[in-house]
């Protein structure tokens, strides 16, 4: 465990040094995947589809701030559910712009949630995001989960359904907009993952800011059981077919994600916890006090080589202890010089006789 506190402290020193670089090469990571799942997954206009277009739009978005990766994911789904029918469009502007009038007003910091949320869900492990905003952020942050969960389930229904949503005409654009918003806010699935979310979240937050030991891990661990347990009761209830192998799975994977975090951000030594009490004129005060863990980082060893011989520089407890060794065995120090009086003594004495 000390190497790792000693590889994380060296880490957070080279990113102090280039936090600039290291952010934006984060966003531009982002950016890239964010617009290859999208045309990847309903990639129905052939141009935008494009890797040239892909990579442009990374690099464009990586010197913007995050809000405009989201912006630019949202241009790029439009374009691809105008390529399927105006009808599908429409709905998805419409319901684009209701969830940006609620997610710019509660949380426009939290723009990289509504990106992570449909990758999170490509990559199996759609916890993960709301398990680590439910350790390092504030209930907030689940307008956005909410938003990015939406827009998945939005793209997984165009994907399946395009072949059937080119009707045209007034009577075809009504009747294919109605299937639409019906498919995608009635599905079940859908409101139960969302459920899951918030409730989890909600337990995993309480539990982490909690004065009891090991209070991430816990909060960690929680919040997996509660999502998972919500996921199975939903789908036993609603008759929802879930993956429970996929389940535990992202539910492991959060957890680790949980674990990763605190050692990033949490890492505390509840061995040598206090608690503390105090007054005031107005109130008494219950304090617990938990140091944060830190490891002294290793010495090195600084030596001058000569040509002929090799000198070590010392500390001074070990020139002392020398300089003691010395003083109790005088045979081992070398040669005493013979002291000036001694020596007069003896050759007055020589000088009587």
């Known amino acids: 465990m000390d190497g790792i506190f000693v590889m994380k402290g060296k880490l957070q020193e080279i990113y102090a040094r280039h936090s600039v670089v290291f952010d934006k090469g984060v966003q531009f990571i ?43 994911a949202t241009a790029l789904i439009l374009a691809h559910m105008y390529a399927v029918s105006i009808a599908v469009l429409a709905v998805t502007a419409v319901v684009f712009l209701v969830m940006y ?26 916890f993960a995001v709301p398990l680590a905003y439910a350790l390092v952020s504030t209930p907030v942050c689940m307008v956005a989960v909410m938003c990015g969960t939406i827009v998945y389930f939005m793209m997984e229904y165009v994907k399946k359904a395009a072949p059937g949503l080119s009707g045209k005409g007034l009577s075809g654009i009504m009747s294919q907009s109605s299937e639409y918003l019906k498919q995608v806010f009635q599905n079940k699935e859908m409101w139960i993952i969302i459920a899951a979310f918030l409730i989890a979240f909600l337990v995993a937050y309480t539990i982490r800011r909690q004065s009891v030991n090991h209070a991430w891990k816990v909060a960690a661990v929680a919040g997996a059981v509660i999502n998972a347990v919500v996921n199975i009761v939903g789908d036993i209830v609603f008759g929802v077919h879930t993956s429970y192998t996929s389940l535990a799975a992202g539910s492991v994977a959060a957890v680790v994600v949980g674990l990763v975090l605190e050692l990033m951000f949490f890492a505390v030594d509840y061995t040598k916890s206090e608690n503390l009490q105090y007054e005031d004129d107005e109130y008494y005060y219950y304090v617990k006090a938990v140091p944060k863990l830190s490891v002294a980082k290793p010495e090195k060893t600084v030596k001058r080589i000569s040509g002929r011989r090799e000198t070590e520089i010392m500390d001074t407890e070990s020139v002392r202890n020398r300089r003691r060794e010395g003083a109790a065995h005088p045979d081992r120090g070398g040669v005493r010089p013979a002291a000036r009086g001694s020596s007069e003594h003896g050759r007055g004495t020589s000088k009587l006789h």
């Open 101 to 126: 009038i609620f997610y710019f007003r509660l949380t426009p910091k939290m723009a990289v949630v509504v990106l992570l949320m449909p990758a999170a869900f490509a990559f199996k492990i759609p």
């Open 30 to 72: 982002l950016a890239l995947l964010v617009f290859y799942l999208i045309n990847n997954n309903v990639g129905f206009m052939k141009a935008a589809a494009s890797p040239v277009v892909t990579l442009a739009l990374s690099v464009i978005c990586t010197f913007f701030p995050a809000v405009m990766t989201v912006i630019a």
